[in-house]
């Protein structure tokens, strides 16, 4: 067999996705009805501006995992963030949730998860270098 490296397009990367979601479903099979499940919110003013904003989903075995947390830096200390997380906790516990997970870097917001009660569960030195990036988790509970 001959094969070659290259870059990936768009469809590319979609299929290896795929690939991997169908491998680890014949492994543990799925909680849910989909394979992941967004339950992203976000903080608007009363004209559509947006605030704040998580982005967030419930993934084939009934695990949400944080992918980003912002707050407009003129609107932080104001409990946005606060409100944001709580919200998206309380829909995956609606969902089934038992368990969420995110990473932070040491210059955004790990104390503040902390403060939520999460746990650290690892972490990743020198990156970037000179700062650790943050793995936590949280046990929900309904």
Known sequence: MVWSIQECAAQ???AIGEGLVAYNLRQVPMTQREPF????KKAV???GTLLAGCIAEIYCWNVAYVELLWVDERYRGMG??????????????EAGCTLIHLDTF???AKDF???????????LEDCPEGHCRY???KKLKA
């Open 135 to 137: 793995y936590l988790k």
């Open 80 to 93: 946005l963030g606060s409100k944001l997380l709580a919200e998206v906790e309380r829909t995956a516990v």
């Open 12 to 14: 590319d990367c979609r």
């Open 45 to 47: 003013d009363e004209s």
């Open 113 to 123: 998860y902390l403060r939520h009660g999460y746990e650290i569960f690892g972490v």
């Open 37 to 40: 499940i967004s339950v992203s």
């Open 106 to 108: 040491d210059f955004q």
